[in-house]
């Protein structure tokens, strides 16, 4: 099986990952300071928040507070720190993680726009900067679309953002593990990541990574026990634990730890440069291809390692089914992103998805492409 839908989880897992998961479940689950061993378990969270911090230039472990994945981290920032009256700007690019949450933000006064992308799901800063109005208190961008593989251009929306006293949010899923994110150089205030995908890690653990400010003001999102000041009716103050409620999620931690090793060790402009060549090597390939549109840059240093296809004389649900019986998995449809693909004049068939990880190889690409060939001409 050739896994081209890396966009929507990466396999396999970095090498060490899954045994440290397994490892936890068989000698060490342990509840964080909640019962015998949980010295090595607290060493495990403190260590792994660490790790965190340096791998995306954050001073403050404490500020790294673990999730379920980018969407509760979203879900968090937006419940948690917004409040009536606020309004915040996203992007045509965004995920429903975004969307979703900030339609139903609504309902409690918080307001949005969204700033329109070009044909190649580019966002130009200006047109985030147009919508700035006194009540704009946050932007909210993914770093790079997940149906079109497009960067966006953080460093200069950060500046924009310090500019105009405005909190930068960003949503690293297709870019975490991928491309390098340094949030004090970037002007990032808030991050929110996930671990399955460019981090290597298992499904179900992520988290949001906050700036000083932010951190001292975020509201609780869920509320419970944490172990800690349990004679308090409300939620301890401090963080982590004030937005730690419930178990966590012990054996992800693990295996996000050891992904992390994995990728430091290795190098994560290594891990990068593999799928740099990927993508190039796909899109050599498929500008060849009769009645195929290529969707986004088309360019390997303007976007991550996914790249969407419209087939304009196929159904493209029937052509990612056609891939699938000869043991190729993409993505079809609307990738979760409906605005997105209203941007790139895709909405409402979607396209064909194809996104690829550091462990894919330049063989699966070219057995991809016989493939491509033979159903375009078919």
């Known amino acids: 099986m050739i896994n081209f839908n890396q966009a929507a989880g990466s396999f396999p897992k970095a090498p060490g990952a899954a045994e440290a998961v397994c490892t936890f479940l068989k000698d060490g689950a342990f509840n964080i300071e909640r019962g015998e061993g949980v010295h090595a378990v607290s060493d495990l969270v403190f260590e792994t928040r660490q790790m965190l911090a340096d791998f995306f230039g954050h001073d403050v472990p404490k500020h790294v ?9 979203l879900n968090m920032f937006i419940f948690g720190w917004l409040q009536a ?6 992007t045509e690019m965004e995920h429903n ?3 979703r949450p900030l339609h139903a933000a ?6 949005h726009d969204i700033a329109k992308a070009d044909e190649q799901g580019f966002v130009d800063p200006a047109r985030i900067e147009a919508l700035i109005t006194p009540a704009t208190r946050a932007v909210i961008v993914t770093a790079a679309s997940n149906v079109s593989g497009t960067l966006m251009p953080l460093a200069e929306i950060g500046r924009l953002c310090r500019a105009k006293g405005l909190k930068l949010v960003v949503d690293s899923a297709q870019t975490a593990g991928s491309e390098q994110i340094d949030m004090k150089s970037l002007g990032i205030d808030a991050l929110c990541f996930t671990g399955h995908k460019g981090l290597l890690a298992p499904q179900g653990i992520g988290g949001l990574i906050m700036q000083d400010e932010i951190a001292a003001e975020i509201r609780p999102f869920v509320y419970g026990g944490t172990g800690s000041q349990s004679h308090l009716p409300t939620m301890p103050s401090r963080l982590p634990d004030r937005l730690e409620a419930g178990t966590l999620n012990l054996p992800g931690i693990a295996g996000l730890f050891a992904a992390l090793t994995y990728i430091n060790e290795t ?9 740099r060549d990927l993508t190039a090597q796909f899109l050599r390939g498929v500008t060849e291809l009769h009645g195929v549109r290529i969707i986004g840059p088309a360019d390997p240093e303007r976007q991550v390692a996914v790249v969407s296809l419209d087939f304009l004389e196929k159904d493209n649900g029937l052509v990612a089914a056609a891939l699938a019986e000869q043991g190729i998995l993409t993505r079809s449809g609307l990738h979760c992103a409906p605005n997105a693909h ?9 396209t064909v998805r194809f996104s690829f990880g550091s462990f894919n190889t330049p063989d699966e690409v070219d057995r991809t492409l016989e493939v491509l060939c033979s159903l375009t001409e078919a």
Request: charged share 10%; with cysteine; net charge positive.
């Open 65 to 73: 507070i673990f999730t379920s994945g980018v969407t509760a981290a």
């Open 85 to 90: 009256g606020d309004h915040v700007i996203c």
């Open 97 to 99: 993680a975004v969307l």
């Open 106 to 111: 609504m309902s409690g006064g918080v307001r």
């Open 267 to 275: 190098g994560l402009s290594q891990l990068a440069g593999i799928k």
């Open 342 to 350: 209203r941007a790139l004049d895709t909405f409402p068939a979607g």
